[in-house]
C-alpha cells in the first residue's frame, strides 16, 4: 500500500500546483491509468515442470545438430555434388571432332604414270545393288538433305510453298522437271566440249536456258585442261557413301574437283551456294579413298 499512497500525495500536490483549466483534462488521463486492468502474461502460466527437460536439453547443448557441415552433407546427399557456375564472361571453347577418317589417303597406293592413260578420262557407272556389300549406300545429295540446317529447311520450304501458291502442284512439279531437264543437257553439252576441246557453238534447237548457262562459263573453259575424270561414279571405301563427280581436271594448273551447277540468280559469294561445297569436299573424300582412281586430289 504504501506505493499507493506515496502516488496519492503526489497527485495532490500536482493538482494544487496546476491551473484549473488543466484539471478535468489531467484528472481523466489519471483515472484511465488507476483504472486501466493489468493484462496476463501467458508465459507466466506454463507448466515449467512438464518442459523442464526439453529446456534443460536445449540450454545445456553446446552445439546443434543443424551445423554448416551437417547441411552441406544432407544437400550433396539430395542434390548432389555442388558446381561451380561459369561467369557470364567465360564461354566454353569449341569442340573440334575428331577427324577418324583424314580427306587425304595415306595408304593410297598409285599406278606408275606409264601405266595409265591420262588422255581418256575415267568414267565409271554407278553400281548396282549387287555389286555393294550392303546392298544400298547413301548418295552425297541425300545426306546433304538429311543434315540440313534448320534455318536453310525452312526457307528451302518456304520457297517451294510460294512457288506451289503461284504455279500450283502440277505446275510446280512441271516446273521441277523441266530444271531437271536443263540440267542434263548443260552436263552434256560440257562433256562435249571438254572431251573435244572446241569451243561452244550454239545450234538452232539449243534452248534460251542453255544458251545462257553455256555463256556463263565461256570464261571459265579455256583455263580447264588435263581432264581425268567426266561424269563417274565415286566410292568411299570407308565411310561408305557414293557420289558422281561431274569433272576432275586441272584448272589454273592446279588439279580440282569441278561440280557444274546451274542457277536461275547469281551467286555473287561462296555463302550463297549454301552447301555445295560440302558436296564437292565429300567427292574429293570419296575419290582419295576409291581405287578406280589413280589419282588423289589433295587439299590446299
Given at each position: 500500500?504504501?506505493?499507493?499512497?506515496?502516488?496519492?500525495?503526489?497527485?495532490?500536490?500536482?493538482?494544487?500546483?496546476?491551473?484549473?483549466?488543466?484539471?478535468?483534462?489531467?484528472?481523466?488521463?489519471?483515472?484511465?491509468?488507476?483504472?486501466?486492468?493489468?493484462?496476463l502474461n501467458g508465459y507466466e502460466y506454463v507448466d515449467q515442470e512438464k518442459y523442464a527437460d526439453l529446456v534443460r536439453t536445449v540450454t545445456t547443448s553446446k552445439t546443434s545438430s543443424q551445423t554448416p557441415e551437417r547441411i552441406f552433407e544432407e544437400d550433396s546427399f539430395l542434390y548432389g555434388k555442388v558446381m561451380r557456375s561459369k561467369g557470364p564472361?567465360?564461354?566454353?571453347?569449341?569442340?573440334?571432332?575428331?577427324?577418324?577418317?583424314?580427306?587425304?589417303?595415306?595408304?593410297?597406293?598409285?599406278?606408275?604414270?606409264?601405266?595409265?592413260?591420262?588422255?581418256?578420262?575415267?568414267?565409271?557407272?554407278l553400281p548396282g545393288k549387287s555389286q555393294m556389300t550392303n546392298g544400298r549406300l547413301p548418295s552425297v545429295t541425300r545426306i546433304l538433305q538429311q543434315t540440313m540446317p534448320m534455318e536453310q529447311a525452312f526457307y528451302l520450304e518456304r520457297w517451294k510453298q510460294r512457288m506451289i501458291m503461284e504455279l500450283g502442284e502440277e505446275g510446280f512439279i512441271e516446273y521441277t522437271a523441266a530444271v531437271f531437264?536443263?540440267?542434263?543437257?548443260?552436263?552434256?553439252?560440257?562433256?562435249?566440249?571438254?572431251?573435244?576441246?572446241?569451243?561452244?557453238?550454239?545450234?538452232?534447237?539449243?534452248?534460251?536456258?542453255?544458251?545462257?548457262?553455256?555463256?556463263?562459263?565461256?570464261?571459265?573453259?579455256?583455263?580447264?585442261?588435263?581432264?581425268?575424270?567426266?561424269?563417274?561414279?565415286?566410292?568411299?571405301?570407308?565411310?561408305?557413301?557414293?557420289?558422281?563427280?561431274?569433272?576432275?581436271?586441272?584448272?589454273?594448273?592446279?588439279?580440282?574437283?569441278?561440280?557444274?551447277?546451274?542457277?536461275?540468280?547469281q551467286k555473287p559469294t561462296l555463302k550463297n551456294t549454301f552447301d555445295n561445297p560440302l558436296q564437292v569436299a565429300a567427292y574429293i573424300g570419296a575419290i582419295n579413298h576409291d581405287s578406280n582412281y589413280n589419282f588423289q586430289q589433295h587439299k590446299e
Open positions: 500500500m504504501k506505493p499507493l499512497q506515496l502516488l496519492g500525495r503526489h497527485c495532490n500536490r500536482l493538482v494544487n500546483a496546476l491551473p484549473h483549466p488543466l484539471l478535468s483534462v489531467f484528472l481523466s488521463t489519471s483515472c484511465s491509468i488507476l483504472s486501466r486492468k493489468k493484462k564472361l567465360q564461354e566454353s571453347e569449341p569442340k573440334v571432332p575428331q577427324n577418324r577418317i583424314p580427306l587425304n589417303n595415306p595408304n593410297k597406293v598409285l599406278l606408275a604414270v606409264e601405266k595409265t592413260d591420262p588422255n581418256i578420262p575415267v568414267k565409271i557407272g531437264s536443263q540440267g542434263k543437257l548443260f552436263h552434256a553439252q560440257l562433256e562435249d566440249l571438254l572431251l573435244s576441246k572446241e569451243p561452244y557453238t550454239p545450234k538452232p534447237d539449243d534452248t534460251e536456258q542453255l544458251v545462257g548457262y553455256m555463256n556463263s562459263v565461256d570464261h571459265v573453259l579455256p583455263d580447264i585442261v588435263g581432264v581425268r575424270t567426266l561424269e563417274s561414279a565415286v566410292l568411299h571405301s570407308e565411310l561408305q557413301y557414293l557420289g558422281f563427280v561431274d569433272c576432275v581436271a586441272k584448272y589454273r594448273g592446279k588439279l580440282c574437283v569441278i561440280d557444274w551447277k546451274t542457277s536461275e540468280k
